[in-house]
């Protein structure tokens, strides 16, 4: 089977080298996804251990349309039945960019359409009752080209299952994992984030010194199917968590002004397995001090888009410049959409990374020497 794993704009290079390095073959990154083939042992290993992937999707094809009629045909050729029982429910969602076909809607009903007669041929029924597993299908058409999938995840990767909590805006789980990964966190690391609000960076830097699989703790759309062998689902399971190094040395610490904050991030930090790692104070970024012989420091400070919010973020970036101290053995990893960070900081950045944080355009300064 061919599968893709759409990631945020960024995040291609670090997708395709988790997905390497889990053994996973045909590895092809591009603009916003990655491509992989395999079997279902693959599929469910991707699901289980990507932190970058935003979802796992079995590829059923892809070709150029510029009207529904070609859309039309190309989706009931499609051997549908080999992957939707007569009882599934295939409630079929999507986009389009920059192409002919404009309208998801109408793109839509063309596709269920299509699925719908394709399977009435096979299964000699004019109705489906959708009332089994759900087989989520998903198109992209993009420069007129349309991808045509099977989602195989359910919720998004993003969702670990620890965030039962958040707070007002908290950062994706799948950008705080790219941002332990740039910051080169290990098993014996010690990470600090001073705007920690509900504990994600912290506990994705934790998840990953002790290796422990994102998805290791959640269900996916493709355990409801009844066609992926449980063996396989077992087998993969327990293979993501041989390299689990619960007893890892590693340590973080966490602040912020904010009591509600702290209060769901040691909760969210609970029901990731990873309390025990992760200190939590409230403390404000005027007071920032470590004693630490080496130490990373992780954040995503707090900005807003009305000037009141953007100099009050700056006043921050400030603050951080005169506190982050150039020390042996520290780094500093910091997100910001603003193009001025560094000028008011007051350093340049070592090196910079762009990222998307949802659809907003940022980059990780990222302070080491």
Request: charged letters at 30%.
């Amino acid at each position: 089977m061919r599968f893709v794993a759409p990631c945020l704009l960024g995040f291609e290079s670090l997708v395709a080298n988790e997905l390497r390095f889990l053994d996973i073959k045909g590895v092809c990154a591009e603009n916003g996804r990655v491509l992989f083939e395999g079997g279902y042992d693959t599929m469910v290993r991707a699901n289980l251990c990507s932190r970058y992937a935003q979802r796992v999707m079995i590829l059923l094809d892809e070709f150029v349309c510029r009207d529904f009629d070609t859309l039309f045909e190309r989706v009931k050729a499609i051997p549908w039945s080999e992957y939707i029982g007569r009882d599934d429910a295939f409630p079929v969602a999507g986009s389009s960019l920059s192409s002919a076909l404009s309208s998801v809607p109408a793109c839509q009903k063309i596709i269920k359409k299509a699925v719908v007669e394709s399977l009435k041929k096979v299964y000699r029924t004019d109705w489906f009752e959708e009332s089994g597993a759900s087989r989520q299908i998903r198109f992209l058409i993009f420069k007129d080209r349309v991808s045509v999938m099977l989602d195989t995840s359910g919720e998004p990767l993003n969702k670990r299952g620890y965030r039962a909590l958040s707070n007002d805006a908290p950062i994706k789980e799948t950008l705080a994992a790219a941002m332990a990964d740039l910051s080169r966190v290990r098993s014996d690391h010690i990470v600090v984030d001073p705007f920690c609000g509900s504990g994600t960076i912290l506990i994705e830097s934790a998840l990953k010194a002790m290796n422990i699989m994102p998805g290791i703790n959640r269900s996916f759309s493709f355990e409801s199917w009844g066609d992926v062998p449980e063996s396989v689902v077992l087998s993969e399971r327990e293979r993501a968590k041989v390299g689990e190094r619960r007893n890892a040395p590693f340590q973080a610490f966490g602040y912020d002004i904010s009591e509600e904050s702290l209060h769901l991030a040691r909760k969210n930090a609970e029901i990731a397995g990873v309390a025990d790692k992760i200190v939590f104070e409230r403390r404000d970024i005027r007071d920032y001090s470590d004693d630490f012989e080496y130490c990373s420091v992780i954040t995503n400070p707090p900005y807003g888009e009305r000037m009141l919010d953007v100099e009050s973020a700056r006043e921050l970036y400030r603050v951080m410049g005169r506190v982050f101290l150039k020390k042996p053995h520290h780094s500093y990893t910091i997100i910001s959409p603003d193009d001025e960070f560094e000028g008011i900081f007051g350093r340049t950045a070592d090196k910079r990374r762009k990222l998307y944080n949802g659809m907003l355009r940022c980059q990780v300064y990222m302070y080491y020497r």
